[in-house]
């Protein structure tokens, strides 16, 4: 999806249900889609269970907001989050927000957000219930975020499955290829991510959209199509389906 750097953004955090381990990436990935101006956590601090958090605020600049579980059983660090949010949406003094969580509880509030005109980003781990992922303009998977891959554990919870590449890659050409069957290669990834938010190319195991098209060799055909003059030559990627009974 096309990008803003000029973007404000604000940075809410559930940390009852996001780790710190991964806040540096989590943050360098923010600064792709804009600036981060407003940066929260939302927990209960007195407890010993966020003590990997409050190693991290400072050095990241992270502001906490402290929420005392009332009552058990009830998630009071989620209202808060939502109260703020909703402050803030009001206030008019950022272009979108980062919530990061893999708590479907913020479903509402991010397609609330959504209405109002802003643009939101969800971060969370690849267990992350479907309707959140799906209530936000981009989802980023944490796990893609780490320099190095996660041990993963005899008792921890399954994965979602990532969606199969090749109807995801064709239905978004089908929506959008010109007459003669060609689209571009930005065109293609808009699509994509219009239709599956948690769509990105590190997810299949490369950097790069351009990367991962090249890859399906079998059934897409690319090629370079080079536009303006002199020092201001761009070189731009166009694809279509390959023809029935073509060669790789």
């Known amino acids: 999806m096309a990008t803003n750097p000029n973007q404000k953004l604000a940075v809410l955090i559930d940390a009852d249900n996001a780790q710190a381990s991964v806040i540096q ?31 991290v605020l400072h050095t990241m600049a992270i502001q906490p907001i402290q929420q005392f579980a009332y009552t058990s059983g009830k998630n009071a660090t989620d209202s ?26 913020f479903t509402r509030l991010a397609t609330r957000i959504r209405e109002a005109g802003l643009v939101v980003y969800g ?17 980023i998977y944490t796990e893609i975020l780490r ?24 239905n978004a050409l089908n929506a959008i290829a010109r007459e003669d069957g060609w689209t571009t290669l930005s065109a293609l ?6 239709s599956h938010p948690s769509f990105d190319p590190r997810n299949y195991g490369v950097a790069k959209l351009g ?5 399906q060799s079998a059934y897409l055909e690319v090629k370079e ?13 166009h694809v279509r389906r390959k023809a029935a009974g073509a060669k790789a």
């Open 211 to 215: 990367e991962l098209i090249r890859q």
């Open 25 to 55: 990436e989590l943050l360098a990935e923010v600064s792709r889609y804009g600036t981060a101006t407003i940066k929260r956590a939302y927990g209960d601090w007195t407890t010993t269970n966020l003590k990997g958090w409050k190693d």
């Open 123 to 139: 971060f969370g781990e690849r267990k992350t219930p479907e309707p959140f992922v799906a209530a936000c303009d981009k989802f």
């Open 147 to 170: 320099t190095e891959p996660e041990e993963i554990k005899p008792d921890q919870e399954p994965v979602a499955e990532l969606p199969k590449l090749k109807p995801m890659i064709l």
């Open 80 to 105: 808060a989050l939502i109260i703020d949010a909703m402050d803030v949406l009001h206030a008019g003094s950022v272009d979108g927000f980062c919530l990061v969580s893999s708590d479907s509880d």
């Open 189 to 194: 990834g808009s699509q994509i991510n219009r």
């Open 225 to 237: 199509v080079k536009s303006g003059e002199g020092d201001a030559v761009q070189t731009h990627l």
